[in-house]
């Protein structure tokens, strides 16, 4: 039991390091470490990295927690810790 | 019927509103007081927590600040939504889990020591009162502009609704109103910002609006974004688009201020407590999400609104004679957020890079040769005349946009309920740090529910009476308040309750140390560099970033210390562990 609830942390660990990787890139690397390179291309009338500082950032944060929600669902479930 | 008319039916039917709910929710226990009962569902929850989050600041101020700053407002917008991401991963199911109050509770329970629970509950009060003074403030101004009533009888207008709902609900009528006006707030903004998306560029969505072709006069055809560029080209500014240049922040400086902002808002008690009110684990992860999917409704439309502003602002004032201006620049002359010096004396009005006059207007009482009202600022030697308040972009915007009566005192209503959801949830949070972890916890452990119950909504009273006293005297700090509220939350709470979750080993003399040198640092490096003048020393780090350092000092310094002392007791450890499993968890429970 106790091994298994450590696999199931290490798992929810892992889940978290690849979200917050998501997170960190469209926000700190394409909308400001990597804004100019980006802005060279353009989304319509947006410049790339303009667009993700201002929009694109934002829908890939609300994704994230919902994506988070239900991974967590699954795994709760498999691990038999669900409420 | 005129304007104003509309704007006291407006704020009476939603006042009303607010009232009957708060009467309705009404609550006899200490756990309905502090957390709701404990039942709230996540929508609601999600939808409570944004319009908690979003304050007038949000509402009024964040689309024009964006407007006059271009790329450099996405600090705001990246900064104010990517927090609930760490929430929702670090903080929101673990707390839940822990099923406690208040955040105080988590911090004194997990590190074994009173003197922890004091210093996070002073950060609390602390972070909570520079907050709600601006809040007070807000309700002020908007009761001035759309009502014509004094500044100050607005404040204590304001004061006396939130006090009646939260002395009389605690977090369950806090909770129910702010649901309200998260409506109320929402469909303000957005209905006026789609009727200026369909006026310029015929898209009724106006986040792909911004981003489309215009479609009516001079500029048919061509990309929005791109004619304000090539207007702030013609006008001497950098191009709104443009990320780094002359002028603007450095990217360390950019990179630090949107991690503090995000740090902060997930370290700022009145977000955090807010997890607490719904029933599960589950809930918590999914109530996260729908608070960011109703943040984000604003928070993305904002930026549209904001290049929209932007266009119309430069295209209906630059070069405009003022005798022909439209009727919206007069109307806000009036109430002092417009002003125009005539500096080159043709009485055309001219818009450049720079203040047309030194700090705000300060009107004379006289007219000049057009009407306009002439200022007595000294006038400095750019070629600018206009001085624009940045509020003015979603206050005027429905003026702008030519829209009916109705819609205009709806943006009024709306940006009441920003100004007092917000007020409502860090008034609990002040509420809730004294009665319940001071003066039950630490002082009077015997005390009745009753007697609890007294304390709390008396402590609600004294939390309204010094807000509105800031709200009616502001002390100048009220414009650093982003600096001290997010900085001081980012590099106080979030390390060491993300530690307190993650880390065992992390033990009170870490938490302590931890908490001591980051929050230190951070206040005082805000004092030298925006009370006493200092230039910002840190790596040219502005004072609104360096909570990002502070929080990175926290960390190291609990990790640490706590590594050099004795591990926490055997039952603390066990608790982390059972906090990480979301199986058990009862709705929060009293102790």
């Not at chain 2, 909570?128 to 809040?135: F, K």
């Not at chain 2, 009502?147 to 009389?168: C, K, P, Q, R, S």
């Not at chain 2, 946009?401 to 205009?408: E, R, S």
Request: one cysteine or more; glycine letters at 10%.
């Amino acid at each position: 039991m106790t091994k298994d609830l450590s696999m199931y942390w290490k798992k929810n660990l892992t889940y978290m390091v690849i979200l917050l990787t998501i997170w960190g890139v469209v926000s700190y690397g394409f909308g400001i470490f990597f804004v100019e390179q980006l802005n060279n291309f353009y989304l319509g009338g947006f410049p790339l990295g303009f667009w993700f500082a201002q929009q694109g950032a934002i829908y890939v944060f609300v994704v994230l927690i919902f994506v988070y929600y239900f991974l967590m669902q699954k795994l709760d479930r498999e691990f038999d810790v669900n409420e | 019927m005129s304007i104003l008319a509309w704007t006291y039916i407006m704020v009476f039917l939603t006042f009303s509103l607010y009232l009957s709910i708060a009467w309705i929710a009404r609550v006899k226990t200490t756990k309905g007081f502090y957390v709701a009962g404990g039942g709230v569902s996540p929508l609601a929850n999600g939808m409570a927590t944004a319009a908690d989050w979003m304050s007038a600041a949000s509402f009024i101020s964040m689309a024009g600040m964006v407007s006059f700053m271009g790329y450099g407002g996405s600090i705001y917008l990246l900064g104010w939504t990517g927090g609930y991401v760490l929430l929702a991963l670090f903080l929101a199911p673990y707390l839940r889990k822990f099923g406690k109050f208040t955040v105080p509770d988590f911090v004194g329970d997990r590190y074994y020591s009173d003197t922890a629970r004091l210093v996070a509950l002073i950060c609390a009060i602390f972070v909570s009162l520079t907050y709600v003074a601006g809040q007070m403030r807000g309700v002020g101004i908007v009761f001035s502009r759309f009502l014509e009533v004094d500044v100050n009888t607005g404040v204590m207008i304001g004061m006396a609704i939130v006090f009646f709902y939260a002395a009389l609900g605690g977090m369950k009528g806090i909770t129910y109103t702010q649901v309200a006006q998260y409506v109320v707030l929402i469909f303000a903004y957005v209905i006026t910002a789609v009727a200026i998306s369909i006026m310029i560029t015929g898209h009724f969505i106006p986040q792909i609006g911004f981003g489309s072709v215009i479609t009516s006069g001079p500029d048919t055809g061509k990309y929005l974004l791109e004619t304000i560029d090539a207007l702030h080209r013609d006008l001497g500014f950098s191009e709104y688009t443009q990320a780094f240049g002359p002028g603007s922040k450095g990217m360390l400086d950019v990179f630090c201020i949107t991690l503090a902002l995000m740090v902060g808002t997930a370290g700022l008690p009145h977000v955090i407590i807010r997890f607490y009110t719904v029933p599960s684990v589950r809930g918590a992860r999914i109530s996260a999400g729908y608070a960011l999917l109703f943040i984000a409704l604003l928070y993305t439309t904002a930026p549209a609104v904001a290049s929209f502003a932007r266009y119309n602002m430069i295209n209906t004032l630059h070069e405009t004679p003022y005798s022909e201006a439209p009727s919206w620049v007069r109307n806000w002359e009036q109430t002092g957020l417009i002003a125009w010096v005539d500096k080159t004396g043709d009485g055309i009005m001219h818009y450049a890079p720079g203040d047309a006059f030194e700090g705000r207007p300060s009107f004379t009482g006289e007219t000049g040769e057009f009407g306009q009202r002439l200022v007595s600022n000294p006038i400095t030697d750019n070629a600018n005349e206009m001085f624009i308040d940045r509020d003015i972009m979603v206050l005027a915007n429905p003026e702008i946009a030519n829209l009916p009566a109705w819609i205009i005192a709806l943006v009024a209503a709306g940006g009441l309920a920003a100004a007092l959801s917000t007020a409502s949830g860090l008034l609990i949070v002040v509420s809730s740090s004294i009665s319940h972890d001071l003066y039950y916890r630490m002082i009077n452990r015997q005390a009745t529910e009753a007697q609890r119950l007294l304390v709390g909504r008396v402590m609600i009273g004294v939390a309204v009476m010094i807000a509105g006293y800031f709200g009616i005297n502001p002390p100048g700090f009220v414009a650093q308040v982003v600096a001290f509220a997010f900085g001081l939350a980012a590099s106080s709470f979030f390390p060491i309750i993300v530690l307190g979750i993650f880390d065992k080993r992390t033990n009170r003399e870490g938490c302590i140390t931890g908490m001591i040198l980051g929050m230190g640092f951070t206040f005082f490096y805000i004092i030298h560099v925006n009370f006493m003048g200092a230039a910002p020393w840190f790596l040219g780090i502005s004072a609104e970033g360096i909570g990002a350092v502070g929080m990175a000092i926290n960390f190291i310094a609990a990790v640490v210390v706590s590594r050099l002392t004795p591990p926490p007791p055997q039952e603390v450890q066990d608790m982390v562990e059972s906090i990480r499993y979301p199986r058990g968890s009862s709705s929060a429970y009293d102790h």
